[in-house]
């Protein structure tokens, strides 16, 4: 059974930090250290946006132009995991925040049920 679980959300005031992890585990991630994977947000009202992508070694990343330089995403390939820090985090960073691998799309692919990032200002 395919698994993502996402945790780590939570409420925080503006400038704070928060550390998510996504743990992945069933058929499609069994050959996880081979795939790249990213982070995805999903804020009410609007479309599911990638804000983080990590290459299978770990060696490239990239950020969506809303978070770079604030956020980092990192990735533990014996542990099936990937994390993302976020730091200087801002109300509009408001979102349901989800990991996936590179190329998910919302009908074809399993989603887990992500993790809540609530900013106050």
């Known amino acids: 059974q395919v698994q993502l679980v996402e945790s780590g959300g939570g409420l925080v005031q503006a400038g704070g930090s928060l550390r998510l992890s996504c743990a992945a585990s069933?058929?499609?991630?069994?050959?996880?250290?081979?795939?790249?994977m990213g982070w995805f947000r999903q804020a009410p009202g609007k479309e599911r946006e990638r804000v983080a992508l990590i290459t299978w070694s770990g060696t490239t990343t990239n950020y969506a132009h809303s978070v770079k330089g604030r956020f980092t995403i990192s990735r533990d390939n014996v542990k099936n995991t990937v994390y993302l820090q976020m730091n200087s985090l801002k109300p509009e960073d408001t979102a349901v925040y989800y990991c996936n691998k590179r190329g998910a799309t919302m009908t074809g692919d399993y989603w887990g049920q992500g993790t809540q990032v609530t900013v106050s200002s």
């Open positions: 069933g058929r499609t991630f069994s050959t996880f250290s081979s795939l790249d």
